[in-house]
């Protein structure tokens, strides 16, 4: 797609605009869990402030005053927005997390091609047991 060839191809990335194999596949890993953390943490105190804030009024037994009202509403956007694109990143880190236990690339899993490396760790014992037994 890009005409960059990398070692173990995996995919390429649109997001980072380059080819993630071999060498980068650890920094890719660890950068998408780093967004999902970064965006529970983001989540996590914007909620964390507007329970604050809903109790503070309440607890007063008033009305939220006028700073606190469009403050509630920019964290409720904050985290809507927000926690859509952390479901989506949990889905790519269980995704990767699942290719990794697997042994697998992007590219084999989509495509259904094992690479030669992967046909040349499972060995003649694997292509017996896929003929079936003997007649």
């Given at each position: 797609e890009c005409n960059k060839c990398v070692a173990n191809f995996d995919h390429h990335c649109p997001w980072l605009n380059t080819c993630i194999g071999r060498r980068n596949?650890?920094?890719y890993y660890v950068a998408i869990w780093s967004f999902l953390l970064m965006l529970g943490?983001?989540?996590?105190?914007?909620?964390l402030v507007m329970v604050e804030l809903t109790a503070d009024a309440v607890g007063q037994k008033m009305r939220l005053s006028g700073h606190s009202a469009p403050t509630l509403a920019g964290l409720a956007?904050?985290?809507?927005?927000?926690?859509?694109?952390?479901?989506?990143?949990?889905?790519?880190?269980?995704?990767?997390?699942?290719?990794?236990?697997?042994?697998?690339?992007?590219?084999?899993?989509?495509?259904?091609k094992v690479s030669r490396r992967r046909a040349q760790l499972q060995g003649p014992a694997q292509e017996r047991d896929a003929e079936g037994p003997p007649a």
């Open positions: 596949y650890t920094y943490l983001v989540i996590s105190s914007a909620v956007v904050v985290v809507a927005l927000d926690a859509g694109v952390w479901l989506l990143d949990a889905t790519l880190v269980a995704f990767h997390t699942y290719l990794c236990l697997m042994r697998l690339t992007t590219y084999e899993y989509l495509t259904g």
